[in-house]
């Protein structure tokens, strides 16, 4: 998801996709673990994905939107 795309959620959108977001990577991690992670890119993009909800959440707290 890009940035533009969040920026358009609300606040309670964002935290469910930060949610759901955190999840899956809890999930992938365990894959990855266990060694059943087809798509090892799948770390990396939902770590970016978390870092862009988060730096969506921190620049509404910054400007007084949260």
């Known amino acids: 998801m890009r940035?533009?795309?969040l920026r358009d959620?609300?606040?309670e959108e964002l935290e469910r996709?930060?949610?759901e977001t955190r999840?899956?990577?809890v999930n992938i991690r365990?894959?990855?673990?266990?060694g059943s992670?087809?798509?090892t890119g799948?770390?990396?993009a939902t770590k970016r994905d978390i870092a862009?909800?988060?730096?969506?959440?921190?620049?509404r707290a910054r400007l007084g939107k949260a």
């Open 3 to 5: 940035a533009r795309e």
């Open 17 to 19: 996709r930060l949610g």
């Open 52 to 59: 862009r909800i988060l730096t969506v959440k921190h620049e």
């Open 37 to 39: 992670l087809e798509n």
């Open 9 to 11: 959620l609300s606040d």
């Open 30 to 34: 365990f894959q990855s673990v266990t």
């Open 42 to 44: 799948r770390l990396a």
């Open 23 to 25: 999840r899956d990577l």
